[in-house]
């Protein structure tokens, strides 16, 4: 059989063709050329055209070796290519999309022109022209020789809507009339949509499905790799300008596809995205969900490619152990905080497969391959995982370990993450379905083109499958139900008669409504209260009890107790009321009343203070020079006084205990109870009445610092 190979010839002027001629192909690469590996489909020029060279070499190739001349349309994107809606001018803007750096407050708008340029945003919250904010670009060229321009809007209220406007300076070439909605403020919970697909390429199908995208009226959208397919410029900035259907109004987070890397390049993919970190994994929060995007790498079994998140643009360490620790470590971040509700975790290679386009995946799920990230996603609660690689559509129920954890298209605090691919965004594919229990939904048979799109509130996210042609083909809802618990810390104190402590209690979780505090099981003449006593979960509150002079002795179990319209949450509480009671002050360890002051005295320098130095020096004789002598003064300032944690005025002291740290043994020392005046930065031998001396009670107590450490 002859097998042929797709080969530019060089030439001068227009024309977007290929010569097909006799080479050493393998037999499937025939169907996937120019589709799933565009490095051999070398593209030029713009406009279909055959000059006279061209034909004089399509003449002598026909006669001597029956070569086939195959003339093209031109790629959607190129020069000539229509000027999008909205703009207007010799060079206007061209593949706008939004990007968003972690930051509600900035938007990064990235464009392309055809020739030289340079740039300027103007934006406002009504529709322009005279826009009240602008900004100059940033011009830059791709490593393969794209013009692009990058601006950076600054200042902007979170969750607001904002028009704008780009080109160049003087705005003689410029695109108009698009809008977008800033990110809300991290952490609060704002409806919001994002869309996801991947497998595009510069072909009507992609442009079908962008246009699609953009129809969804998203808030975000996340191409999830293979976004190209080629290596010609032309043709990247032409998937570009069909992402701009979308990206003029939503910010695109981009995953990066194992075609990526070299059609065009990395570094190519990277100039064009402007995300956060390094571009390739990185992670943001937007509004209640925390989202992670992950480069696996060029292929899904090579546990030392990709990249984690750490190095500079389009860098980051490789291998799985670097990637591992990097997703673990932010995901344990979102984990700690209580207004991030969801987690959705996105890259290309998928975790689960529904049909056997691929072959491959992440997790260990029938594929042969090691588990190499399911074992976080579970353990750290990931909701969403999305995935591109395969041409089609499918997805999982929710899943951990190859066991379905429930059916049916809703899923209540499943405890396991929902897997889906949609690689639906260019050509499609078809194959036969896998038959596993986990698996809802495989469209493999059937060639599917479309996006995944997710509509997210507070405690709920509603994902629908829109095909291009067919429409809504499936849909499930994820949902957590507004719970809330109540914590206090400590748990128990131990009060005198006459004294006030306090206690934190933390409302966690969620509630439709305000969580009204209460407090059960306070003794007599004791008053119990909390401050705030009513709020939105999540949100703190005081708790304050005040024994009386005539309190009862005794332990008092008592009850917190946090009630909204539907139902109630507790917390035990235990107090003491004693006749005697412990305190403990330690310098360093955070205590509104553990301020120690301390220093020594010297008499070889009778003038000088030490109150700033970190040792403290105790010796009888020589302890600088030959027959000097060093003292020692320490006090707690603060722990006598009316507040919760200090000891109240006029108590009776039954029993004190000082820790000293030994860092140089001595022998016998003696300790005194100081009454005469001293401050820790004024404090010398000679600040005394008797230098040296210090007015005290006499003795206290001896003891022997012969050995190291703490006594």
Known sequence: MTKYLFEELPYSGWGSSWVLKPGAVPNDFLRNAGHESGSFLKRSGNRPRVSQRLAFLLCAALLLSAILWVSMPAPVGQAGAPIPAGASGPNPPRGIHLSFLDDPTNAVITWHTVSAATSRAEWGTSPGPDYPFSVSGTDYSSPGGSLLHAATLTGLAPGETYYYRVGDAGMTSWFDGASFRSAPPRGVAQPFVFVAAGKFGNSATSAATAAAMGAANPNLAIPLGDLYYTSQQ?????????????????????AVGNHDYNEPSLLDHCAFVNQPGNERTYAFTYGNVFFLGVDWGLFVNDTLDGADGTGGLCGGAPGNDAIRAWIDARLAEANANPDIWWKVAFHHFPCYLTDYDKNRSLCVDGSGNPDQVEDIYVARGVDLVLSGHAHTYGRTYPVKFNNRVQDGSLYISPGAPVYTNLGTGGPARTDACRTEPYIAVCRGPIPTNGYGKFSVSE?????????????????FVLRKPYDYSVSVDPDRLTLLRSETGQSRVSILGRSPDPVALTVAGCPPDTTCTVSPASGTAPYTSTLTIATGSSAPFGTWPMTITGTNSTVSRTVPFSLQIASHATRTFTKGDGGAYSETDDTYVYSGLPTQNYGTNVQLLVDGSGCIAAGSVCKTLIKFPLIVGPSAGQIPAGSTIVNATLELNIRNAGTT?????????????????????????????GLEFTFLPTALGLI
Do not use: C, H
């Not at 043709?235 to 979308?246: D, H, I």
């Not at 005194?672 to 210090?694: D, H, I, K, L, M």
């Open 234 to 254: 032309s043709s990247v900035r032409g998937v570009w300008e069909k992402f701009q259907a979308f990206g003029e109004k939503a910010f695109v987070m981009a």
């Open 459 to 475: 405690n709920e996210i509603a994902f629908e499958y829109i095909e291009n042609t067919e429409g809504l083909l499936d849909s």
């Open 669 to 697: 020392a003696d300790a005194y109870q100081v009454t005469e005046a001293w401050t820790e930065s004024g404090a010398t031998w000679n600040s005394f009445a008797t230098p040296g001396f210090p007015g005290n009670r």
